[in-house]
């Protein structure tokens, strides 16, 4: 009797065949294929997210800086006063010079016989695209300040260079690039127009 419970428990003992195995092998290589696929698309969507995040934080510095000083600088016709910004022609319009308002005789910033502004001119403004390091700098009396980084192209319009503008205004054009982790290129390009001091 007891030989004969053996092989009926014998029979009853469940195993896993060969191909029973590679089967549940492959299935456990393709969902963990798969999942790490997944896993690394994932993060190439965070890598790029955070790329353009830095880059709009850096168009944003860049242009919120640029456009409040570039407001207090005047026009740039011929006309009186005398133009007080110069942006080189293009295709060389990657930096600009430009003056603000400064009280030269100590009363204020009008000048008390012609009711105009006073400028500073012996303290100019330059901002300027430097390619080799991709960047923006602001300089002034000597001093060179970083506004922005990952620059890949920089341009400066006035009426001299697009007629579509007003004698008051400056378009400024700033093109950023980065490349993730993983070597695709994040590129940004964010356009600004700024109307000047009358």
Request: charged share 20%; with cysteine.
């Amino acid at each position: 009797m007891m030989a004969v419970d053996l092989i009926r428990n014998k029979k009853n003992v469940f195993g896993f065949t060969f191909t029973e195995v590679l089967v549940a092998s492959g299935l456990l290589v393709i969902v963990s294929g798969a999942l790490y696929g997944l896993y690394l698309f994932n993060l190439e969507a965070v890598e790029s997210s955070r790329c353009g995040m830095y880059l709009q934080a850096q168009a944003r510095i860049a242009l919120n800086c640029m456009g409040a000083e570039l407001r207090n600088a005047t026009r740039t016709s011929s006309q009186a006063p005398s133009p007080r910004l110069s942006i080189p022609a293009a295709p060389n319009n990657t930096s600009i010079r430009f003056y603000r308002p400064k009280d030269l005789n100590g009363a204020t910033l009008l000048n008390s016989t012609t009711g105009l502004i006073e400028w500073g001119t012996d303290d100019p403004i330059d901002y300027q695209y430097l390619p080799a390091s991709k960047q923006v700098v602001r300089i002034q009396q000597g001093i060179t300040r970083v506004v922005a980084r990952e620059v890949t192209d920089l341009r400066f319009s006035d009426i001299a260079i697009d007629p579509t503008l007003s004698i008051y205004e400056i378009r400024i054009v700033l093109t950023l690039s980065k490349t993730t982790v993983r070597q695709k290129v994040i590129t940004l390009t964010r356009v600004a127009i700024v109307k000047l001091r009358n």
